[in-house]
């Protein structure tokens, strides 16, 4: 049973244009939500978060949006590098633990 | 700082034999964290430790496999017996502070091959 979804496996994008990953949770008590960027044979690491009583969170390129009513938040990058390319984890927190979904791997095309 | 370390790196095994992965987490860090990676699952918490506590380890999968943590800069996961689909990384996390925080930093995991 995902309670974190990441629908979408993976994303091709060029680069310069805008990449949108999507992330769906079922659980309403979760409060905070981060994204995760990995690299092959690296360890994730933190990328950006957003508190449940906010619905936007900017931190340069990168933007976290959540709606709560559906549920649903998504990373956008503005603009798309290739050094972007990597696969991204979105989290959620709840109950003491962090609740990853599958990932969905970018590759930003020169 | 050097980060999370994990060793190995890469283990290979034959099913039916005992594997144990370990961790050195980020010295101050006082949480620690093991993860596995799978296509289907993603990344799944298997236990955490809070100052070499375990705190939950509702996720690990059965009692083949166990985690320790006899002190603040180490900590061990053993599989035993291991089976085929036990193959799958291995992620150690660490963060400071009490109880869950808000980032973990992840060491560069265990790719686990059982054969």
């Known amino acids: 049973d995902q309670q974190v979804k990441q629908n979408s496996p993976s994303l091709s994008v060029q680069e310069g244009r805008i990449s949108i990953l999507n992330c769906d949770y079922t659980n309403s008590m979760f409060d905070y939500f981060l994204w995760y960027k990995k690299y092959p044979a690296e360890g994730p690491t933190f990328l950006i978060s957003i508190s449940s009583i906010k619905d936007k969170n900017e931190d340069g390129r990168f933007t976290v949006f959540l709606n709560k009513s559906a549920k649903h938040l998504s990373l956008h990058i503005v603009p798309s590098q290739p050094g972007d390319s990597a696969v991204y984890f979105c989290a959620a927190r709840g109950f003491q633990k962090l609740v990853f979904g599958t990932g969905t791997r970018l590759l930003v095309s020169p | 700082d050097a980060g999370v370390i994990q060793s190995p790196r890469h283990e290979v095994t034959e099913m039916g034999q005992e594997v144990t992965l370990r961790c050195k987490p980020i010295s101050g860090h006082n949480s620690l964290f093991w993860y596995r990676q799978t296509m289907m699952r993603g990344l799944e918490l298997l236990i955490y430790?809070?100052?070499?506590?375990?705190?939950?380890d509702s996720g690990m999968p059965e009692d083949r496999f166990s985690a320790k943590m006899p002190n603040a800069s180490f900590s061990t996961l053993k599989i035993q017996p291991s089976e085929p689909r036990d193959s799958a990384v291995y992620f150690c996390a660490s963060s400071g502070g009490t109880g869950l925080s808000n980032e973990q930093f992840f060491g560069p995991g265990t790719r686990l091959t059982v054969l």
């Open positions: 430790f809070n100052n070499n506590v375990p705190i939950d």
